[in-house]
């Protein structure tokens, strides 16, 4: 069983930063893939970002490339998504995901979730 807790969000105006972490329980957490992802309300859960196990390999959304980065310190249990350039189409509730495998994109391949962060990015 893994446990994960994320934390960071928060409301911020268009083209503020903010860095959500996720600190996962568990002495595996370094052979698990990370992802991201976002639920707005009335909407899907979508994909954002994921990193692989060793963090030698990343993936994103293309809505967020070039301003979001994912990242993981395995010594601390934790993923971080540094976010820049907010803008109000960002807001919705973040999730941290976990898996032995490297799912990427797919919303299936996760095992283990988090309870959600709420980011809120006024215009």
């Known amino acids: 069983q893994v446990q994960l807790v994320e934390s960071g969000g928060g409301l911020v105006q268009a083209g503020g930063s903010l860095r959500l972490s996720c600190a996962a329980s568990?002495?595996?957490?370094?052979?698990?893939?990370m992802g991201w992802f976002r639920q707005a309300p009335g909407k899907d859960r979508d994909f954002v970002a994921a990193?692989?196990?060793?963090?030698?390999?990343?993936y994103y959304a293309d809505s967020v490339k070039g301003r979001f980065t994912i990242s993981r310190d395995n010594a601390k249990n934790t993923v971080y998504l540094q976010m820049n350039t907010l803008k109000p189409e960002d807001t919705a509730v973040y999730y941290c995901?976990?898996?032995?495998?490297?799912?990427?994109?797919?919303?299936?391949?996760?095992?283990?979730w988090g309870q959600g962060t709420q980011v809120t990015v006024s215009s």
């Open positions: 568990g002495r595996t957490f370094s052979s698990y893939a």
């Open positions: 990193i692989s196990a060793s963090g030698g390999a990343t």
């Open positions: 995901a976990t898996s032995p495998t490297f799912p990427r994109r797919d919303y299936g391949g996760y095992v283990y």
